[in-house]
């Protein structure tokens, strides 16, 4: 593997995810028919206010600085502020430097651009006085400012912000797209990458771009070949067949070897037990059991989650769930 090109002095290498974050609109893989219609307003003239609702690591930031970047092109730092509302969530944020910023841009051009844009990551952090001020702040200069807010949950955001947007959800990316980007990644990096290896890549991103080349640069520190033992281990993730067979042996009645094989998940792999969860719900419908017993397994998945992040005790939790399958296979 060579070093990463412009490393800093001392030999650290650039973090990948900001080294290959797409510059353009273009460039953003995986949620084509979005970058299409923001390609649209751009080439129209006609950018309104956006909102970006989707899961982390799929291209929310990402689209945002792009749109940016092809509206202003050099001068798009000058003419961009981005803020974090998880850090500055309150309304003092709203009236000060999000009301500065688009004050200095009212009543006419500025730098030949008849508006500015403000990009509000994380907006559903704000409170909901921020959020009611943010609503008056965006009818006030409307005529010169363009908000980009970008959320987890839509629903977090108030009815009126999101009638004066065109909201955008973003869907967690799919395999090929995860592949395609981490397979040019690689091939930047000269790392050389096995089909098994991207596989994992793509299991253990689970749609987020972000974890996947992460996870890429992580594992590319530990050898000269990625594959798909080196992914599982530097992410902490079990294998999907691992995870099958743990709870197919429960359904089938053997709760001590089931209990076994989760104890070599938490303890010997040092798996977080809200890990497992996760994938026990992505690997439910991949196991060789009727619909109806798929149901009564999600049916106590979720309760497990939500005693999980509740506070109760992981391997508790994990264990009642599958001494209830065991149970249930023996009443049979």
């Given at each position: 593997?060579?070093?990463?090109?412009?490393?800093?002095?001392?030999?650290?290498?650039?973090?990948?995810?900001?080294?290959?974050?797409?510059?353009?609109?273009?460039?953003?893989?995986?949620?084509?028919?979005?970058?299409?219609?923001?390609?649209?307003?751009?080439?129209?003239?006609?950018?309104?206010?956006?909102?970006?609702?989707?899961?982390?690591?799929?291209?929310?930031?990402?689209?945002?600085?792009?749109?940016?970047?092809?509206?202003?092109?050099?001068?798009?730092?000058?003419?961009?502020?981005?803020?974090?509302?998880?850090?500055?969530?309150?309304i003092?944020?709203?009236?000060?430097?999000?009301?500065?910023?688009?004050?200095?841009?009212?009543?006419?051009?500025?730098?030949?651009?008849?508006?500015?844009?403000?990009?509000?990551?994380?907006?559903?952090a704000?409170?909901?006085?921020?959020?009611?001020?943010?609503?008056?702040?965006?009818?006030?200069?409307?005529?010169?400012?363009?908000?980009?807010?970008?959320?987890?949950?839509?629903?977090?955001?108030?009815?009126?912000?999101?009638?004066r947007?065109?909201?955008?959800?973003?869907?967690?990316?799919?395999?090929?797209?995860?592949?395609?980007?981490?397979?040019?990644?690689?091939?930047?990096?000269?790392?050389?990458?096995?089909?098994?290896?991207?596989?994992a890549?793509?299991?253990?991103?689970?749609?987020?771009?972000r974890?996947?080349?992460?996870?890429?640069?992580?594992?590319?520190?530990?050898?000269?070949?990625?594959?798909?033992?080196?992914?599982?281990?530097?992410?902490?993730?079990?294998?999907?067949?691992?995870?099958?067979?743990?709870?197919?042996?429960?359904?089938?009645?053997?709760?001590?070897?089931?209990?076994?094989?989760l104890?070599?998940?938490?303890?010997?792999?040092?798996?977080?037990?809200g890990?497992?969860?996760?994938?026990?719900?992505?690997?439910?419908?991949?196991?060789?059991?009727?619909?109806d017993?798929?149901?009564?397994?999600?049916?106590?998945?979720?309760?497990?989650?939500?005693?999980?992040?509740?506070?109760?005790?992981?391997?508790?939790?994990l264990?009642?769930?599958?001494?209830?399958?065991?149970?249930?296979?023996?009443?049979?």
């Amino acid at each position: 593997m060579s070093d990463a090109e412009g490393a800093p002095a001392g030999g650290r290498q650039d973090v990948w995810t900001e080294k290959y974050r797409p510059q353009t609109l273009d460039e953003i893989v995986g949620q084509d028919g979005i970058t299409e219609r923001l390609q649209s307003y751009i080439e129209r003239d006609d950018l309104p206010n956006l909102l970006f609702a989707g899961e982390a690591g799929i291209g929310k930031t990402t689209a945002a600085t792009a749109i940016a970047r092809e509206i202003y092109g050099d001068d798009w730092e000058q003419n961009f502020l981005e803020l974090n509302a998880s850090d500055e969530r309150g309304i003092d944020v709203v009236r000060g430097r999000i009301k500065d910023f688009a004050r200095s841009s009212f009543g006419g051009e500025v730098q030949g651009y008849s508006y500015r844009i403000i990009f509000l990551d994380e907006a559903d952090a704000l409170t909901s006085d921020a959020q009611s001020a943010l609503r008056r702040t965006m009818e006030q200069f409307s005529n010169s400012t363009r908000f980009i807010l970008s959320c987890n949950y839509s629903s977090q955001i108030i009815d009126p912000i999101q009638s004066r947007c065109a909201v955008f959800r973003f869907a967690p990316l799919a395999d090929d797209a995860v592949e395609k980007q981490v397979r040019k990644v690689a091939a930047e990096e000269e790392i050389d990458l096995t089909q098994d290896g991207v596989d994992a890549l793509a299991y253990a991103a689970d749609g987020d771009m972000r974890k996947a080349i992460n996870a890429l640069q992580a594992a590319a520190v530990m050898g000269e070949t990625v594959d798909e033992e080196t992914v599982f281990k530097i992410t902490s993730t079990a294998r999907p067949e691992e995870v099958e067979t743990m709870i197919q042996t429960a359904i089938d009645g053997d709760f001590v070897a089931a209990r076994s094989k989760l104890r070599e998940l938490l303890v010997d792999k040092g798996i977080a037990g809200g890990d497992v969860i996760d994938q026990l719900h992505r690997s439910v419908w991949d196991l060789d059991i009727d619909d109806d017993a798929a149901v009564r397994l999600m049916d106590r998945v979720g309760e497990a989650d939500y005693r999980i992040t509740e506070g109760a005790n992981e391997r508790v939790q994990l264990e009642a769930m599958l001494a209830s399958l065991a149970l249930e296979a023996g009443d049979q």
